[in-house]
């Protein structure tokens, strides 16, 4: 089988699903299948083996300047090399690029729109790219928020369109009126072309049926999935006696992620608690439009006199995650918004590290799958520092909890039973398209 698998980068931010596309395209590969990982907008970062092509689709500085400037819509295609041209986009999109509420939501519409777009001719590119070079069997694409060409592709190709959903509800919503709506209206279009769905938990579909107007029955729930490889425990390198305890935070540094919460937390439970010992360790990408925020919360850990129990080692690279989460003795990551994936937990499980998630989102799945932490109430300060002091006070529990999570993730969540599972589901859409 070969796959097409339409993946969207995000500039020079790690970003999970890029992350989690690279190593499902990686484990279908290990599986047999064909699956080939097309970047759109920019190419991909991932802190694995990147197996994505050295090729960008709808590339973000070509997209952009088609939208603002009719000119760039007519131009010829070798004008369109240069400007999609991996390395050029990496080297504009070296420093995050942020474009205002309104710019994004005018030019999301406009791809959404494919053939109707500012954008036609990528469609156009994309889907010559398609039927004469790779002529997959199926196209598989990482969000709904790219399928502007999904149509196109349908009347061309004429074959199976599979559509992951993994958080495009939270973009939409943080769009500005009436772009938010447009794009949802365009998207529910869009959805009559697609064949299935795919999510990561019976929540996200369930949620995602009634948001977009999807019949249930089009959504299917396959497994989120890590490649183990060097997520191993620290058992064979025992804390230093007298160490204090480490509560890590692995996620971008913003309020949605629960970062600000955390804080609180942790400065409530060194306040009730003063004897308690234990740090704070944070890891995560911080970009500019969250540095005000950031400096708040560092400015409140200093206020509370805690900063000599705090450390922010910025946003690390595979190795380095890795050394990071086999430094902890917990991991809390608040989140404030349902979260659909949670690969940071799952990393953190796998590494043998316990984790404290609010109960929300796809995390109460994936704990009563994998066992290995504590669901607490969301929003909560209070329920943070309540866990927090109640994990730091029992470190034989911690070590229970941190064995169990990583035996049943390593077993039930690793990349290649995410692959089984994806190649199982679309086996079964292959043979029913064939026989219908």
């Known amino acids: 089988m070969k796959i097409a698998y339409l993946t969207a980068g995000a500039a020079g931010m790690y970003c999970g699903s890029c992350m989690h596309d690279n190593t499902l395209a990686a484990a279908l590969c290990r599986q047999g299948a064909d699956a080939v990982l097309v970047p759109t907008y920019t190419p991909i970062r ?33 004008v369109d090399y240069f400007l999609d041209s991996p390395r050029l986009i990496r080297r504009v999109t070296r420093r995050a690029v942020s474009m205002s509420p309104k710019e994004l939501g005018a030019l999301t519409v406009s791809m959404l729109k494919g053939r109707g777009g500012y954008q036609r001719k990528e469609v156009g590119r994309l889907c010559d790219w398609l039927a004469s070079d790779l002529r997959p069997d199926l196209v598989l694409l990482t969000n709904a928020l790219i399928g502007g060409a999904i149509p196109e592709i ?11 959903l993994q958080g495009d509800d939270i973009f939409l919503e943080s769009l500005p009126e009436p772009y938010r709506q447009q794009s949802l209206d365009l998207i529910r279009g869009l959805a009559q072309d697609v064949d299935l769905f795919l999510t990561h938990s019976q929540f996200y579909a369930d949620a995602m049926s009634q948001y977009l107007g999807i019949d249930r029955a089009r959504m299917e729930v396959v497994p989120l999935g890590i490649d183990m490889g060097d997520f191993t425990s620290r058992d064979d390198e025992p804390r230093p006696s007298g160490a204090e305890p480490v509560v890590g935070y692995l996620a971008r540094l913003a309020p949605e992620k629960g970062f600000g919460l955390l804080v609180d937390g942790f400065i409530e439970m060194a306040r009730r608690a003063p004897d308690l010992p234990g740090r704070l360790e944070v890891a ?15 400015e409140k850990i200093r206020a509370a006199g805690l900063e000599h129990r705090f450390r922010y080692v910025g946003s690390p690279d595979r190795h380095a995650k890795v050394d990071f989460l086999r430094s902890l003795d917990v991991l809390c990551v608040p ?50 520092a309540d866990a927090l002091e109640q994990a730091l006070r029992d470190p034989s529990k911690l070590s229970e909890l941190g064995r169990e999570g990583q035996l049943q993730t390593r077993v039930k969540r690793d990349s290649a039973a995410m692959a089984q599972a994806h190649l199982a589901t679309l086996r079964r859409l292959m043979s029913e398209s064939a026989n219908s």
Do not use: C
Request: zero cysteines; charged letters at 20%.
């Open 46 to 78: 991932t802190d694995e083996n990147d197996v994505s092509l050295d090729q960008v689709f709808f590339g973000g500085i070509n997209i952009y300047l088609q939208q603002k400037i009719p000119f760039f819509r007519y131009l010829p295609r070798f």
């Open 154 to 164: 349908k009347r061309r190709l004429g074959i199976p369109i599979v559509v992951t």
């Open 284 to 298: 995560g990408w911080l970009g500019p439009t969250q540095t005000e925020f950031a400096e708040a919360q560092f």
């Open 335 to 384: 989140t404030t918004y349902e979260e659909p994936k949670g690969l940071f937990a799952l990393e953190a499980l796998a590494t043998g590290v316990p984790v404290i998630l609010p109960r929300h989102g796809a995390f109460p799945e994936m704990l009563a799958e994998t066992g290995g932490g504590w669901l607490i109430e969301p929003h909560a300060p209070t329920a943070v």
